[in-house]
C-alpha cells in the first residue's frame, strides 16, 4: 500500500508581523531552531503527483466504509451565522460522520497483537559491525543514518580533493577561478529554484481552511485517542510554560495521553514536572540510558507506549494553538488513509526581541510560507521539521518509527 505524506500551512496576517492568522493546522511558536531530520514516507499534495514510498509488508487497518447513521447529537445551529452557510453544513456533517466511524472503528478493532510485534520488533537489540544498536525501533541499517558514508564514497571523496589539490598546485589562479565559478553557479541555480517555489506558492498556494466555528460545532463529538510526545533533556526551567501550554489545548483529557520523554540522567527535569501535580493522563517515562542519546530515539520509546491513533511531538518550548489537535484530525478526515501526516508551520513568539531573533524570524517565515508550499507543489520530497508533526500511530510504527542516528547527537 501507498501512503502519502500531506503539509498543511498558514499564511500570515497582512495587519501584523507579530499574530498570526489561523487558515489550517494553527502555528506553533518556537525560540530555537529544531534538529531536522527526514521521515521515510511518500508525499503528495492536493492533486499534484509526488515520489511514492512503499512499505514492504505493510497493512493498516481501514475504516469501515458502511455508512454510520448514529452521529453525535451535535447541532449546526451553533454556528455563527457568518459561517451558517450549506457548504459549512455539509462540513460538519461529513466531519461528524467520519468522527463516528473512527469511534466505532477503534472499538471493533482489536490491534493488541500489532502493537505487541511492534514492541518486540523495536526492543531487539541489533549487532551492526561492532556496535550493538539498541533505538526502540525496528533497525533497517540500509536506511539509517549509522553509516553515513560507504567505503566506496569516501575513496570518491578523497580521490576528488586530492585532484582539487593538485589541480590548485598547478594551474593556481585558473582553478581558483573554475571553483569559484562552480560555486556561483550552484548558489544561482539556488536562488532561481527558491524564487520559483515563491512564486508557485503565490499563484497557488496549498494552504487549507478549517474554519473555528466548525471545530467549536463539533464540541461534543467522540474524538479519537491522541498521544502527545513530549522528548525533554535538562528543561526544568521551561516544564511550566509548556504544560500551561498542553493544559490549554482544547481537546477532551480523557482521549489525551501526554508523555513527558526524560533521559535517565536528567532528575532534575523530572522532579520540575512532579512538583506540579498533573492530572492522570500527564505521565512521566524515562528513556533508558543508552547510545545514541538523541531526540528521537527517546520519540521512539514514547511511540511504543503510545495508545493514541494520533501522535503529535512537541518541544519543551512549543506553544501550539489551543485548537491545533482537533484540526488536525479534522484535516486528516478530509484526506482520507493515505494522509498519514500534518506538518504545523512554526515562528518565533519573541520576534522583536533582538537582531538575531528577528534574522530567524525571517528564515522560518520564507521556509515555512514560501518554499515548503512550493516544494509541496512542485512534488518534491519534503523534509520535516523536529517538532509539530501529527501522524497516524499505525502508520508511523508500520513506516518504523523514527532513525535514531538521523540527527546530530546533542545530548550529554
Known amino acids: 500500500m501507498v501512503y502519502k505524506l500531506l503539509l498543511f500551512y498558514i499564511i500570515q496576517d497582512p495587519a501584523s508581523i507579530e499574530r498570526k492568522k489561523e487558515v489550517i493546522v494553527p502555528q506553533d511558536f518556537k525560540t530555537q531552531q529544531d534538529d531536522h531530520y527526514l521521515m521515510p514516507g511518500t508525499y503528495a499534495t492536493n492533486g499534484n503527483r509526488s515520489p511514492q514510498f512503499r512499505v514492504p509488508g505493510a497493512s493498516f487497518p481501514k475504516v469501515p466504509e458502511t455508512t454510520i447513521y448514529n452521529t453525535p447529537a451535535i447541532s449546526i445551529h451553533d454556528v455563527h451565522p457568518a459561517h451558517a452557510d450549506p457548504h459549512s453544513r455539509e462540513q460538519v456533517k461529513y466531519y461528524a460522520n467520519w468522527l463516528a466511524k473512527q469511534a466505532k472503528h477503534d472499538v471493533l478493532n482489536d490491534d493488541t497483537k500489532e502493537i505487541n510485534d511492534y514492541i518486540q520488533e523495536a526492543t531487539k537489540v541489533v549487532k551492526v559491525g561492532e556496535k550493538e544498536v539498541a533505538t526502540f525501533a525496528p533497525f533497517r541499517p540500509k536506511l539509517s543514518a549509522l553509516q ?170 512549543d506553544i501550539p494553538d489551543p485548537l491545533q489537535l482537533k484540526k488536525a484530525v479534522l484535516t486528516f478526515a478530509g484526506h482520507g488513509s493515505e494522509v498519514v501526516c500534518v506538518q504545523a508551520k512554526l515562528n518565533f513568539y519573541n520576534i522583536r526581541q533582538n537582531l538575531l531573533t528577528r534574522w530567524f524570524t525571517a528564515e522560518y517565515s520564507a521556509w515555512f510560507d514560501l518554499i515548503l508550499p512550493g516544494l509541496q507543489l512542485a512534488g518534491f520530497s519534503l523534509p520535516l521539521g523536529g517538532t509539530s508533526n501529527h501522524f497516524r500511530t499505525a502508520a508511523l510504527r508500520a513506516l518504523g518509527g523514527w532513525d535514531a542516528y538521523n540527527v546530530r547527537p546533542t545530548r550529554r
Not at 257 to 270: C, S
Not at 288 to 306: E, F, I, S, V
Request: glycine share 4%; proline share 6%; with cysteine.
Open 148 to 317: 553515513t558514508f560507504t567505503t566506496r564514497q569516501v575513496v570518491t571523496l578523497c580521490v576528488i580533493g586530492l585532484l582539487w589539490m593538485i589541480g590548485v598546485l598547478v594551474f593556481r589562479l585558473e582553478m581558483l577561478t573554475a571553483v569559484i565559478g562552480v560555486i556561483t553557479v550552484m548558489y544561482t541555480f539556488n536562488l532561481i529554484l527558491n524564487l520559483g517555489m515563491a512564486a508557485r506558492t503565490f499563484r497557488n498556494s496549498p494552504e487549507e481552511h478549517i474554519d473555528d466555528a466548525i471545530v467549536h460545532t463539533l464540541k461534543n463529538a467522540n474524538w479519537p485517542m491522541y498521544t502527545i510526545l513530549c522528548p525533554l533533556y535538562r528543561e526544568a526551567q521551561v516544564v511550566p510554560q509548556f504544560v500551561q501550554a498542553m493544559q490549554s489545548l482544547d481537546y477532551p483529557p480523557e482521549k489525551l495521553q501526554i508523555l513527558f520523554l526524560t533521559e535517565a540522567n536528567d532528575a532534575e527535569t523530572r522532579n520540575a514536572i512532579r512538583s506540579l501535580s498533573l492530572p492522570p493522563h500527564f505521565q512521566i517515562l524515562v528513556v533508558p540510558d543508552g547510545k545514541p542519546r538523541t531526540k528521537p530515539r527517546a520519540c521512539n520509546y514514547g511511540l511504543m507506549h503510545a495508545r493514541g491513533s494520533f501522535v503529535v511531538i512537541y518541544d519543551a518550548e
